[in-house]
């Protein structure tokens, strides 16, 4: 009690006077503001809630009047594209939106926020314009920057060229290891409604030291370098053709060099429009590879040109009950037919009703083609450091999770005092 009494007063001690509070603008809940649930993964979802307040948060499509199904995909230059679905629920069922966003690949994390919190309350307008709170709503127009205008996507002067280039290291050291890394990566990216050109090259080289003890040292070292180049053509809402090409060396793989290039066709059952949302595609390619290894394989072969084709099949879905993705993929040398490999991928994330959600994923392989595995045995430390690649005939792996929320329906406010959520 002694010390209950303590803490009360001092609190009171530090509570400023009553008449000298400010508080800061209450939440809109009960107010009859609209009740959003905002179903994004790549949202700023605290800027969001400081900055648009005439909307009330909810943390289930279930309490919304408004679902905001927010979808993203990657652009040529870099940035991303934002598509925003508006559906309607309860009062408003059957009255739905889009807008888009697209930030550019230069643009800060604050500028592309902002850009989305813009086309984000634009599309609620629609919605807001029916509640208590539309007559506190005031609309303008952003003033127009001094200075010539942007140029128009004609008079670009890199004809939609985008290049970027990087390079990181590290060096970890403790009394009896140390490791050194370096990597380098460079690509050039040209991306139009008819054509997409993609130009990567990765090089990186890793050395690991390691005291045995008794004077006794192990260096592992290994060198991977990867240059790719990709050019797709469009051919109409459903049809795409693509030709790919590399050169490589992967001590994992036991190459010291591999070269390699194919050809393809893509059919997606759903317009390519509707990407974002939902995408079914039926992929075939057929190509050619020339391998040179490090060490004499279990086939006995030093080098050797290959030819193959693969089968893939991909569905994914974003709606507002989750998402999901499933894929197949099989892969078939033509010299021997018995070389196969067979992968079937999969991930469901859905909320099966209010507050609850299950996930789960998983992978299931059927290896039969590693001809690129070295004769002879490994030795324990190439096991442990997983610097070969090893025999096998299957891989799987799956995970699973549910969680469940419940409580105020509300997800208004943020307080980032001591970091805290």
Same mark, same amino acid.
């Given at each position: ?20 509070? =400010?508080?800061? #603008? ?14 994004? /993964? ?6 969001? +809630?400081? %900055? ?23 652009? !040529?230059? !870099? ?15 059957? =009255? ?8 550019? &690949? ?7 926020? +902002?850009?989305?919190? $813009? ?12 509640? #208590? ?9 952003? &003033?127009?920057?001094?200075? #010539? ?17 990087? /390079?990181?290291?590290?060096? +970890? ?114 190509? =050619? ?29 974003? $709606? ?22 067979? %992968? ?31 004769? &002879?045995?490994?030795?324990?430390? %190439? ?14 792996? =799956? ?23």
């Amino acid at each position: 009690m002694r010390y209950a009494a303590v803490l009360t007063a001092l609190a009171a001690a530090l509570a400023p006077p009553a008449a000298a509070q =400010v508080s800061p #603008p209450a939440p809109p809940t009960g107010t009859g503001a609209l009740r959003v649930f905002l179903d994004c /993964t790549r949202c700023d979802f605290d800027f969001l +809630r400081q %900055e648009i307040t005439f909307i009330n948060y909810v943390r289930d499509r279930k309490d919304a009047e408004v679902h905001v199904l927010v979808t993203t995909l990657g652009t !040529g230059s !870099g940035g991303l594209e934002y598509t925003l679905e508006y559906i309607g629920l309860e009062r408003f069922a059957g =009255v739905e939106a889009s807008l888009r966003y697209v930030s550019s &690949g230069t643009d800060t994390s604050d500028e592309r926020r +902002r850009g989305f919190a $813009q086309v984000f309350q634009l599309g609620l307008m629609r919605y807001v314009a029916e509640t #208590p709170l539309a007559s506190q709503i005031t609309i303008g127009r952003r &003033g127009q920057a001094a200075g #010539p205008s942007a140029a128009a996507p004609g008079e670009d002067p890199w004809n939609f060229w985008i290049f970027r280039l990087s /390079t990181n290291g590290d060096y +970890r050291s403790e009394a009896r290891t140390s490791r050194k890394a370096f990597r380098t990566s460079f690509s050039a990216n040209r991306t139009t409604e008819a054509w997409k050109i993609s130009l990567n090259s990765n090089i990186s080289y890793s050395e690991s030291r390691f005291d045995l003890g008794e004077g006794e040292i192990f260096v592992n070292v290994t060198r991977n370098y990867e240059h790719r180049g990709l050019v797709v053509k469009s051919l109409g809402d459903h049809w795409s053709a693509a030709a790919r090409g590399s050169v490589s060396r992967s001590t994992f793989f036991n190459q010291a060099l591999a070269l390699s290039t194919s050809a393809g066709l893509e059919y997606d059952i759903f317009p390519y429009a509707e990407s974002t949302r939902r995408a079914f595609t039926i992929r075939y390619q057929v190509g =050619v590879e020339r391998n040179r290894y490090e060490e004499m394989t279990i086939f006995n072969k030093l080098k050797e040109t290959l030819a193959g084709h693969s089968l893939e099949a991909s569905l994914s879905l974003r $709606q507002p009950w989750g998402t999901s993705g499933l894929s197949f993929e099989f892969v078939q040398f033509l010299h021997d037919l018995s070389k196969q490999r067979a %992968e079937l991928d999969w991930n469901f994330d859905v909320r099966l009703f209010r507050g609850f959600s299950f996930d789960i994923d998983g992978n299931v392989s059927r290896v039969r083609d590693q001809l690129y595995l070295p004769a &002879g045995d490994r030795s324990a430390e %190439e096991i442990l450091l997983l610097r070969r690649q090893l025999a096998t005939t299957h891989r799987y792996s =799956v995970g699973f999770g549910i969680s469940y929320q419940f409580g105020s329906i509300y997800n208004n406010v943020v307080n980032p005092r001591f970091g805290g959520r």
